[in-house]
């Protein structure tokens, strides 16, 4: 791939915690206002989701997907997906919260063209045949 762009999925979000922490630590020191990283989009954040969403009946009927993207070895960004599977659908977990909802990805100003394709291939090709659900994803996301 181009920029050596790899993609990896993991269904437990404990297994890239240090990467995703990376990713916020990143966020944290970069101090642009046009960065869009938000709590939303925190490690922390994700972990309650992640408890909440797969306990109970959920988790029988629902997976949290992350698929971390890497560039050159380094973590780059986080794709998380709550993926049921009974509707086949696909969308960013929001829990039903007002806050911005996005790829994990403090490098907004570094997405290329060549990032964006090889996100948007990825994701054609791993949840293809599912409905995807972008509905609460600003439009300013890669």
Known sequence: MANNI??????????IKKQWLQLDKVADSI??????????QTY??????YDHLTKG??????????DLVTV??????????????????ARIPSCRVAGVLNMVCPYVEDFGEDI????????KRTYKGMKLSLA??????P
């Open 116 to 123: 964006v394709s090889a996100v948007a291939d990825h994701i």
């Open 136 to 141: 609460d994803v600003p439009c300013c996301s």
């Open 31 to 40: 101090n642009d206002e046009y960065i869009k990283y938000t709590y939303y």
């Open 44 to 49: 922390e954040w994700n972990e309650f989701l």
């Open 6 to 15: 790899f993609f990896e999925r993991y269904t437990n979000i404990r297994d």
């Open 57 to 66: 009946l959920s988790g029988l009927t629902t997976t949290m997907c992350y």
């Open 72 to 89: 050159s070895g380094k973590p780059f960004g986080i794709i998380p997906l709550t993926v049921t599977r009974l509707s086949k659908k």
